[in-house]
Each structure stands twice: as C-alpha cells, then as structure tokens.
C-alpha cells in the first residue's frame, strides 16, 4: 500500500532510501536544511571524500548505480605506511583483487540527488530545516530557510536520515522508554591538503590509504581523482602531541608537523592556511533505543547510530541500513509497525557491533599497524584465509569485503582470536608450513583417517 513518506535529511541515506522506496511505488518529500549543493557550494565541514566498500556497493547496486559510482572512485587495495624517516610499507587489506575506494562526498551526494530527482514519486525540499517534530499530534514543522517562513503539517509517515543531530532524535528523548547516548572520544580531528605536483600528478602512491602512526594520534590520507590528498590528524585535545600543545604561531605549527610528519610538510604548501580555515572537530559515537516511534516515525542512518570513521564503515553502514529496509519492505508491505521494529531487531546490534570495533579500529591505525607481533598474526591470518578461505576469514575482510552481520562478523572473530591465541601463533606457523592437513589436525583436531 502507497504511502506518503516524509523523508528528513538529503546526505547519503537520505537520498539512496528516497529511491528505494519511491520504487516500492510510496510517494517521497524529502527535506534538506541546505540549500542544493549542485548550484550552490555549501562549504566544509564534513568530510571531503569517504571509503567505499562491499556493504555500500552492495546497497548501490540495489538501485543500480553502483558501477556509475566506482567509475569516479580510486581504488585502494592497501595501507601505505609512512614512519619518522619517511620510509614506506604497504600492508594489503586483504587479496589482491579486493580495495576500498576512495569517493567524493560531494560527487556521490550531488549524483544520488540527481538520481533520486528521476524517480517521479520524489520531491526534494532545500533550505528546508526541521525545527521540531511533535510525537502526540505527529506533527512536523519545517523553517524555509531562505525566506524565514515556517509551516507545520502532519506527517503520515516520518524517517529521519538527518544525522547525528536528528531533530526526530531529540523530540524522541522526552519519550517513555527511549534512551540515548552519545560517547565522545577525547580526541579531534582537522582536514588538511595534499595538493597535485607541479605538473598536476599525484605526489604520493594514488592506489593506497596512506597512514603516519605515532601511536596516541596520526595522520591519515585519502586520494582524490584531481590528484589531490585529503589529509586528517587525529590527535588528543590535551597532552603533549595534542591539539592545546600547537602554538598559534606560524612556526609552532610548522615544528608540530616537521617533527611528527617530516616527510608529509614538503608535499603541504598551504598548511597553514588549511589549518587556520578548517575547524577542529569532535568525534563520537551515537547510541540510542529504540529507534521507532509506534508504527509512524523511525530513525535510520546516522541519525539512529553515528560512528568514528576509523573503519570506514559510516556512510556503508547507512547504505546498508536503506537495503536491508527494501529487503523487509519485500517481504511486508503494509505492516509499518512491523517493519519498524523488525528493522530496529535486526540493525541495532549489528550497528552497536561495528561502533566498538570502529573505536577499537582507531588503536590498530594509529598503532599497532607498526607492531611486529600484529603484523605477523595479520600475516597468519591472511595464509589461514587463502587455505580455508570460508572457514578463516580475518576481521577487517568480514567486515570490510563481506555483507556478514558486523555482529556475527564480531563474534567469529573472537572466536578465532581465541583459537589462535590457545593453539599459539608458533604452533599455526608450523603447520601452515606442513599444509592444510597439518592445519586441520593443529587447530581443529581434525585428524586424516
């Protein structure tokens, strides 16, 4: 049965759901506080592009645009280490055939309006701010940006993929039974640039995320298709390599950089000024329940549970949120009560799952990707996946290369960790050198009759 949704936020989720569900024939207003990005530039803020991988493609290709969006993307099968002397190593992230990709947020924002604007059924409201949403009369009120007008009406149905400051959210927080958290890590985060070379080419390894651990903070950058890097410190607020211990001076910043980034300062001619402009911003984690209101509202995306990026899987996580939505709207059209706490079932523990290993993510980047003993249980693990490919399957490939529930990825990680752990990794090194049956019989006492 068609029904008249009323969609908040036009981001990434907001758009993507608006196509799936005017193709399952309801009719979309999907409202956006900012003015349209494709005839207006919005500024900063947000990140400039994003990793993609096999969860968000997967949820692309439900709508059939997920080839048009890897066209414009950089693929990146690896992690291009940078130590203090400016030395290089790349880890794979898993086989030779499997990357993220690097995308334009803007590019994919602007291509996902458009595509959402083809679908006859969708109407989308710029400069058009939610200023509050009335659980008892189901009333939503909507400021015109613009012109300052306002106008209230009520909603038939309401999903709000307006992000970690959902105006649903914080209407639902005055209601019996719902709870909501947000845990802020005590670092920040501020974007910098790696412009083209002089002759407009690439100045590091296009092909990788590059990373500078230095074990309490780091850098990291992502490549962009003009030959430019998007480069991100993350670094605590307080202590001696945190935010409060860079100086204001143009001298105290470039010392911060040439002592912990030597080999990055050449390639970031507008350092200072990208550091002045650009704001230093928080990072948390979004926790609440339950995400519906009785069978009329519901929340989705990052406005029910925004992560860190340390695992490049918020904007996946979201996409992913908007199929497995489809996929129960195949199977009960009708029931919206139903479908709303069927979807809250299945997507809070897996979104609860990849938002503590998206925290934990954040010590192996900045870390232990230069510790010898990790580095050889990820090469184990890697030799136990490409013997038993459907029995072994690292963390980082359950999650990042599979549409495994985060939860279920999870929980098999732990128990291999905990197999791996008892047996030893001497003990699996050896066998793997015997070969499969030595394997078998080492961790699974699985003995050739």
């Excluded at 499997?98 to 924002?109: C, E, M, T």
């Excluded at 029995?391 to 495994?404: E, N």
């Excluded at 990825?409 to 752990?421: H, I, P, S, T």
Aim: proline share 6%.
């Amino acid at each position: 049965m068609s029904r008249h949704i009323t969609l908040l936020g036009a981001g990434l989720t907001g758009p993507l759901l608006a196509i799936y569900l005017a193709r399952r024939g309801h009719a979309v207003d999907l409202y956006e506080r900012r003015p349209d990005m494709r005839v207006r530039d919005i500024g900063g803020g947000r990140s400039i592009n994003l990793a993609l991988s096999t969860r968000g493609l997967h949820a692309l290709a439900g709508v059939g645009i997920d080839q048009e969006v890897l066209a414009d993307a950089i693929a990146m099968p690896g992690r291009m280490i940078h130590d203090l002397e400016g030395n290089l190593s790349l880890q794979p992230y898993g086989t030779e055939a499997q990357a993220i990709n690097s995308v334009s947020r803007a590019g994919l924002n602007m291509l996902l309006l458009d595509r959402a604007e083809r679908e006859p059924n969708v109407t989308i409201h710029f400069s058009a701010r939610c200023t509050g949403v009335d659980l008892g009369t189901r009333t939503v009120t909507v400021r015109d940006d613009e012109t300052g007008a306002e106008r209230s009406f009520v909603a038939d149905l309401l999903i709000a993929a307006d992000g970690a400051n959902s105006s649903l959210r914080a209407s639902m927080e005055g209601m019996p039974g719902f709870t909501a958290a947000t845990e802020w890590l005590d670092h920040a985060y501020k974007e910098l640039e790696i412009p083209p070379g002089p002759d407009g080419s690439f100045m590091m390894e296009r092909h990788a995320l590059h990373i500078w651990p230095r074990h309490d903070f780091m850098m990291i950058a992502l490549p962009n298709p003009n030959a430019t890097f998007t480069c991100t410190l993350f670094a605590p607020y307080e202590g001696p390599n945190g935010f409060d211990s860079i100086g204001a001076g143009d001298d105290d910043i470039l010392a911060y950089f040439k002592t912990h980034f030597p080999d990055a300062v050449p390639m970031m001619p507008t350092l200072l000024d990208d550091w002045r402009a650009n704001p230093t911003s928080r990072l948390g984690t979004v926790f609440c329940s339950p995400w519906h209101v009785d069978d009329w509202a519901f929340l989705i995306g990052d406005a029910a549970h925004a992560i860190v990026p340390f695992y490049g899987q918020g904007m996946n996580c979201c996409f992913e949120d908007c199929h497995v939505l489809d996929s129960l709207l195949a199977e009960e059209s009708e029931d919206w009560g139903m479908i709303m706490r069927r979807f809250h079932e299945l997507r809070k523990p897996n979104a609860d799952a990849i938002a503590r290993l998206a925290v934990a993510n954040f010590l192996e980047m900045r870390s232990k990707v230069v510790d010898p003993d990790f580095l050889r249980k990820k090469k184990i693990e890697a030799r136990l996946h490409g013997m038993f490919p459907e029995r072994w399957i690292p963390l980082y490939t359950m999650v990042t290369f599979t549409i495994i529930p985060y939860a279920e990825a999870l929980r098999r990680a732990g128990e291999q960790d905990a197999l791996l752990d008892r047996i030893g990794v001497d003990a699996v090194e050896s066998a793997l050198e015997e070969g499969p049956e030595k394997v078998r019989e080492v961790l699974w006492n699985e003995v050739p009759a």
